[in-house]
């Protein structure tokens, strides 16, 4: 078994319509964000159309004499979420006299940063049989000093910490095959107003905060 593993940040929007393969790209606030369907679960792509369409707006690396065969994705949101405690002294002090937080949204669907994933690739004959794990910080946008207290109330979790996400995975590659995995790791965005609470001062709209809640996994199945 031939494994390699790479890390790569490559801005790329994947947009693909086809019969078979439909993602709803958008832009929430970054230009390099995909929305997952959250009915598309364990699809299998094997239409040629759609198999071309990938490979172009996801610039693969095919090994030579090769070409994409299948393409396969899974959404995994865990239930339990490790919490890893990652408080320094320069986190923002605690403001609460000063701002108040109104109109608290839960996004959805849970979307992936098309650029942040992990990759690795397997050649055939092979059974792989792994857990994969990302640890992942909180990616917050809140224009003003305003304390971690304040937003944790309000959005339930505490925005300082790095969260830890693993899902077992288990797959087998065929002889003559190779197996390209990408694994990306889900946020949940949760989107609020905030207010100066003395003079009720509007001070910043769609304040958010995106929450590591799960994996997006891609496979791409190499065959002659």
């Not at 994947?14 to 230009?31: H, K, P, W």
């Not at 990938?54 to 979420?81: D, R, T, W």
């Not at 098309?114 to 059974?127: M, R, S």
């Amino acid at each position: 078994m031939v494994k390699k593993f790479v890390s790569v940040f490559l801005p790329l929007i994947f947009c693909i319509y086809s019969a078979v393969l439909t993602y709803a790209v958008t832009d929430i606030n970054a230009s390099n964000v995909d929305i997952h369907a959250e009915e598309t679960q364990n699809i299998c792509i094997t239409d040629q159309d759609a198999l071309e369409k990938i490979v172009q707006m996801k610039n693969l690396q095919i090994p030579e004499g090769y070409h994409l065969e299948c393409y396969a994705q899974s959404f995994y949101v865990g239930n339990e979420y490790v919490s890893a405690d990652n408080h320094n002294s320069f986190a923002p002090k605690p403001r609460a006299f000063v701002y108040r937080i109104e109109n608290v949204v839960v996004r959805t669907p849970d979307f992936y940063y098309v650029h942040e994933y992990e990759h690795d690739i397997y050649q055939g004959p092979a059974t792989i049989s792994t857990t994969f794990t990302q640890s992942k910080a909180v990616k917050k946008s809140i224009g003003v000093s305003i304390g971690n207290s304040t937003v944790k109330a309000a959005v339930g979790y505490d925005i300082t910490d790095t969260y830890t996400i693993s899902k077992e995975f288990s797959v087998t590659v065929s002889a003559g095959k190779y197996l390209d995995i990408r694994v990306y790791p889900l946020y949940r965005r949760t989107t609020f107003d905030i207010y100066n609470q003395w003079t009720g001062e509007f001070v910043q709209r769609d304040a958010r905060t995106d929450q590591p809640v799960g994996l997006y996994i891609e496979q791409y199945t190499y065959s002659k």
